[in-house]
């Protein structure tokens, strides 16, 4: 064990001293049998927790809600929000549980949460629990984005519980304990300014500035300088989405954090055929979240932050509304700078800028119209610098003559830079993955593990942490669905 391991957590929890209508106080879970699924020694390692406490008993029993620790919070955290663009005045933590927060070794602190702990004041007649499959999802996607490089909440552990959920079937329950920034989101902030809290507004705000820009403390407008830093964070972070095919499925304004990390890994999946209108959620029916539009989402979330904080951005309101609206008004430029760099990086261009992307949206064009996998066709794409090993790349499509056209004018774009040819595929490689989670693949580990078999989610789970890497052994990962495997919706599992 590492010395500075502790053998149980040690808990610092700042939210408790906030107004307590955000959050109500939850007992332990009763009747849990908790039992392990996985641990994340990595991560336990970073938080200065021992993994030998978490695999222990009491270890397990916190993990599963059933037992809370010394010093932990055990709170469920109250919030609203936009669902599908529908006004929620009252949402929550229904089938989850803030554990605690934990300042790691690195000296970030952060959040421990349950989900699928068991009811809450919140569960609006739900049962509060989480079937594993959910579970498992959530676990996968996580440490995928983060092996990725994309901020996201992380995956601690996992457990069952003994107990059998009701679903359309039943299934086992389990809880899924994950680590996050924070988990204060953007239906935090409209569930007090919906109830014109205004101390209690100006109390979290301070709290997120001290949390995620503690450098903005003593600004004249610290307030502003949050709505600013969290419009300029989900830009990237939707940028970010974009360049690896990733639609989150659930784009609520209570899935949305001040962290800018991704959460709340629903029924989340990764493109394989390039369609900027691929919807996977069994709920979204029209289309709201699909890939294309999660920019424009995430400015309307944006949005409804900006109206939360009027009360606290000036005393005037007039001014007030002119702040958000300039602040807001400068998502579009960062969005389309954040998302050339990481698609100018993607085809090989160093310093993308909005010049870039034309070309950009020209390949994608060709890849939509001839149905072509996201992914493999990013990644291959290196492998055409030299025109004598083209073949990988160009094997993708089905018509020869405008994909080799395109790859004339990238070969010229890419070699007025000056890098070699070596330096331009070694920069591709780190931009473009080998390995995503795909979703058959996901659905396999998943329905193995309601036989009692977890092979297929250790082994999915052991190829994603090196996603940019590739593997003799883990070809089979690589490929996209075949005819008869593909997955076509995701489901929620609440």
Same mark, same amino acid.
């Given at each position: 064990?590492?010395?500075?391991?502790? %053998?149980?957590?040690?808990?610092?929890?700042?939210?408790?001293?906030?107004?307590?209508?955000?959050?109500?106080?939850?007992?332990?879970?009763?009747?849990?049998?908790?039992?392990?699924?996985?641990?994340?020694?990595?991560?336990?390692?970073?938080?200065?927790?021992?993994?030998?406490?978490?695999?222990?008993?009491?270890?397990?029993?916190?993990? %599963?809600?059933?037992?809370?620790?010394?010093?932990?919070?055990?709170?469920?955290?109250?919030?609203?929000?936009?669902?599908?663009?529908?006004?929620?005045?009252?949402?929550?933590?229904?089938?989850?549980?803030?554990?605690?927060?934990? *300042?790691?070794?690195?000296?970030?602190?952060?959040?421990?949460?349950?989900?699928?702990?068991?009811?809450?004041?919140?569960?609006?007649?739900?049962?509060?629990?989480?079937?594993?499959? @959910?579970?498992?999802?959530?676990?996968?996607?996580?440490?995928?984005?983060?092996?990725?490089?994309?901020?996201?909440?992380?995956?601690?552990?996992?457990?069952?519980?003994?107990?059998?959920?009701?679903?359309?079937?039943?299934?086992?329950?389990?809880?899924?304990?994950?680590?996050?920034?924070?988990?204060?989101?953007?239906?935090?902030?409209?569930?007090?300014?919906?109830?014109? /809290?205004?101390?209690?507004?100006?109390?979290?705000?301070?709290?997120?500035?001290?949390?995620?820009? @503690? /450098?903005?403390?003593?600004?004249?407008?610290?307030?502003?300088?949050?709505?600013?830093?969290?419009?300029?964070?989900?830009?990237?972070?939707?940028?970010?989405?974009?360049?690896?095919?990733?639609?989150?499925?659930?784009?609520?304004?209570?899935?949305?954090?001040?962290?800018?990390?991704?959460?709340?890994?629903?029924?989340?999946?990764?493109?394989?055929?390039?369609?900027?209108?691929?919807?996977?959620?069994?709920?979204?029916?029209?289309?709201?979240?699909?890939? %294309?539009?999660?920019?424009?989402?995430?400015?309307?979330?944006?949005?409804?932050?900006?109206?939360?904080?009027?009360?606290?951005?000036?005393?005037?309101?007039?001014?007030?509304?002119?702040?958000?609206?300039?602040?807001?008004?400068?998502?579009?430029?960062?969005?389309?700078?954040?998302?050339?760099?990481?698609?100018?990086?993607?085809?090989?261009?160093?310093?993308?800028?909005?010049?870039?992307?034309?070309? *950009?949206?020209?390949?994608?064009?060709?890849?939509?119209?001839?149905?072509?996998?996201?992914?493999?066709?990013?990644?291959?794409?290196?492998?055409?610098?030299?025109?004598?090993?083209?073949?990988?790349?160009?094997?993708?499509?089905?018509? %020869?003559?405008?994909?080799?056209?395109?790859?004339?004018?990238?070969? *010229?774009? *890419?070699?007025?830079?000056?890098?070699?040819?070596? /330096?331009?595929?070694?920069?591709?490689?780190?931009?473009?993955?080998?390995?995503?989670?795909?979703?058959?693949?996901?659905? /396999?580990?998943?329905?193995?593990?309601?036989?009692?078999?977890?092979?297929?989610?250790?082994?999915?789970?052991?190829?994603?942490?090196?996603?940019?890497?590739?593997?003799?052994?883990?070809?089979?990962?690589?490929?996209?669905?075949?005819?008869?495997?593909?997955?076509?919706?995701?489901?929620?599992?609440?």
């Amino acid at each position: 064990m590492p010395e500075h391991a502790q %053998s149980t957590p040690h808990f610092d929890n700042s939210y408790l001293s906030l107004p307590d209508i955000l959050f109500k106080s939850q007992p332990p879970a009763k009747g849990h049998q908790p039992k392990l699924i996985a641990i994340n020694d990595g991560l336990a390692e970073v938080l200065g927790l021992s993994a030998d406490w978490l695999r222990s008993d009491e270890g397990l029993a916190a993990l %599963s809600g059933s037992q809370l620790p010394k010093g932990a919070a055990g709170v469920a955290l109250g919030y609203a929000g936009h669902q599908f663009g529908n006004w929620a005045p009252q949402l929550g933590d229904g089938r989850a549980m803030l554990l605690g927060e934990v *300042v790691g070794t690195d000296g970030r602190r952060r959040d421990i949460h349950l989900k699928g702990s068991g009811r809450t004041v919140y569960s609006r007649g739900g049962d509060g629990k989480a079937p594993l499959g @959910p579970v498992l999802r959530e676990y996968i996607m996580c440490e995928a984005m983060h092996a990725l490089g994309v901020p996201t909440s992380r995956a601690l552990g996992a457990v069952l519980t003994g107990e059998t959920v009701y679903r359309e079937t039943p299934l086992p329950g389990a809880v899924f304990a994950r680590v996050a920034s924070s988990h204060i989101r953007v239906g935090t902030f409209q569930y007090l300014y919906a109830r014109d /809290e205004t101390n209690a507004l100006r109390a979290l705000a301070d709290h997120a500035v001290a949390r995620h820009i @503690p /450098e903005a403390a003593e600004a004249n407008n610290p307030s502003l300088l949050l709505l600013e830093n969290v419009i300029e964070k989900q830009a990237s972070l939707v940028a970010h989405w974009m360049s690896l095919g990733f639609i989150h499925g659930v784009m609520n304004t209570d899935n949305m954090t001040i962290s800018g990390e991704t959460i709340d890994y629903g029924p989340c999946a990764f493109m394989e055929a390039y369609n900027p209108a691929q919807v996977f959620s069994s709920i979204d029916y029209f289309g709201r979240y699909a890939y %294309s539009n999660q920019p424009q989402i995430a400015q309307w979330n944006l949005a409804q932050l900006a109206q939360s904080l009027l009360p606290i951005l000036s005393d005037d309101q007039d001014d007030a509304l002119k702040l958000a609206q300039a602040a807001l008004d400068e998502f579009p430029d960062m969005f389309e700078n954040a998302y050339a760099k990481r698609m100018g990086a993607k085809i090989g261009i160093e310093h993308a800028t909005a010049d870039d992307l034309p070309m *950009v949206q020209e390949l994608l064009k060709l890849m939509h119209t001839q149905d072509v996998d996201f992914t493999l066709s990013f990644r291959r794409l290196s492998d055409a610098l030299d025109k004598d090993k083209e073949t990988s790349f160009l094997g993708l499509f089905g018509k %020869s003559d405008p994909i080799e056209q395109w790859l004339q004018k990238w070969r *010229v774009r *890419v070699h007025e830079q000056s890098l070699s040819e070596d /330096e331009i595929r070694a920069a591709m490689d780190v931009a473009n993955p080998v390995y995503i989670p795909r979703n058959h693949r996901v659905e /396999e580990a998943i329905h193995a593990a309601h036989e009692g078999n977890l092979s297929a989610f250790t082994n999915l789970n052991a190829v994603l942490v090196d996603p940019f890497t590739k593997r003799d052994d883990a070809a089979g990962f690589e490929q996209p669905a075949a005819r008869g495997e593909q997955v076509h919706q995701t489901f929620c599992g609440t």
